[in-house]
């Protein structure tokens, strides 16, 4: 079983950039598609990209595309979230999904479709 941990969020200002890792217990972390996905005060958690297991792949949320890349190290177990110009409505808790099994793309772009979820990070951008 794989424990998902998030890490690097915080406050920064618009335009800024952050990197968000989560860190990943286990030795079945290479079996995984990862996801990122955000939650607003007082909204649904919405997608914001995903990764094959191999890195190779990557989807975006329009919102973020073009500003955030995902990208994942299978050598130290962890994905990562880099966020570039960043704008006062992407702040949020950001939370890391783990999805085991293979599915239609299409499909990792829903909360449902994940097993494993941390604990979030929060983000919070001024303007």
């Known amino acids: 079983q794989v424990q998902l941990v998030e890490s690097g969020g915080g406050m920064v200002q618009a335009g800024d950039s952050l990197r968000l890792s989560c860190a990943a217990s286990?030795?079945?972390?290479?079996?995984?598609?990862m996801g990122w996905f955000r939650q607003a005060l007082g909204k649904e958690r919405e997608f914001i990209a995903t990764i094959g297991w191999s890195g190779n792949t990557a989807y975006y949320a329009e919102s973020v595309k073009g500003r955030f890349t995902i990208s994942r190290d299978n050598a130290n177990n962890t994905v990562y979230l880099q966020m570039n110009s960043l704008k006062p409505e992407d702040t949020a808790v950001y939370y890391c999904?783990?999805?085991?099994?293979?599915?239609?793309?299409?499909?990792?772009?829903?909360?449902?479709?994940?097993?494993?979820w941390g604990q979030g990070t929060q983000v919070t951008v001024s303007s």
């Open positions: 286990g030795r079945t972390f290479t079996a995984y598609a």
């Open positions: 999904a783990a999805r085991l099994g293979s599915i239609a793309t299409i499909s990792l772009f829903s909360l449902y479709n994940y097993q494993l």
